[in-house]
């Protein structure tokens, strides 16, 4: 299978703990993004890399939120001191410079 | 900022055609997007306009005016398997993200 794959597909943690999501994008797209997406709404861009470099990360929801690409490969995202109001499936997508393609996306429930 | 309405919900008969409009107020523009998303799926890519006009794509169209912030996703022969979230999406100027609108979920009635 050649595209983008997110893990885990769901995560259930305790109100408090830290949690992190990995994305490998499709191998020759350079760009990358991260979304959220909440029952009944569209997705909400939260951040967007381009090789190894972060170059949009104001629409990340709050300081608990980080995202990282180190080697301009997968994508790691960060909540930390999660919180119920973080609940929501978490999409990412990448992209050779048009069109983005989706990922299965990690579903988070925090309880 | 963009801000980008659709329909919350259209039903629809199998067979039939049904037009899914799409109305956007943008800061910047750079083409527009649908995107099919089934329950518990991930969206997949539908059509992307960038210029005015109608683009057809089998039996999915879309078509853009940019002076009105208007786009409209038609969806011809309607099947039972086309029911599903449809999601219109903005990319931005600097073509770095897309801001999506709240998605139209249509059903599909035999």
């Known amino acids: 299978d050649t595209g983008v794959s997110q893990n885990p597909r769901h995560k259930i943690t305790k109100r408090g703990q830290n949690v992190t999501f990995r994305c490998d994008p499709i191998?020759?797209?350079?760009?990358l993004y991260w979304y959220r997406q909440t029952l009944g709404q569209g997705p909400e861009f939260l951040t967007y890399?381009?090789?190894?470099?972060?170059?949009?990360k104001s629409r990340l929801l709050s300081d608990r939120f980080s995202a990282e690409r180190p080697k301009g490969s997968f994508s790691t995202l960060e909540i930390q001191r999660t919180e119920q109001g973080d609940s929501a499936m978490y999409l990412c997508?990448?992209?050779?410079?048009?069109?983005?393609?989706f990922g299965p996306g990690t579903r988070l429930t925090v309880l | 900022g963009q801000n980008i309405d659709q329909p919350t919900e259209m039903t629809a008969t199998e067979g039939a055609i049904v037009q899914i409009n799409c109305t956007y107020q943008?800061?910047?523009?750079?083409?527009l997007f649908w995107y099919q998303q089934h329950a518990g799926e991930a969206p997949t890519f539908l059509s992307y306009?960038?210029?005015?006009g109608l683009e057809e794509k089998g039996r999915f169209s879309s078509f853009l005016s940019r002076s009105k912030g208007y786009s409209y996703l038609l969806l011809k022969e309607l099947q039972m398997k086309d029911s599903a979230s449809y999601l219109c999406?903005?990319?931005?100027?600097?073509?770095?993200?897309?801001?999506f609108g709240g998605g139209t979920r249509l059903m599909v009635k035999p």
């Open positions: 191998s020759e797209h350079n760009r």
């Open positions: 997508a990448s992209s050779p410079r048009g069109e983005q393609f």
């Open positions: 306009n960038v210029l005015d």
């Open positions: 943008t800061s910047g523009f750079n083409g």
């Open positions: 890399f381009q090789n190894e470099a972060q170059l949009e």
């Open positions: 999406a903005v990319r931005d100027q600097a073509g770095n993200m897309l801001t």
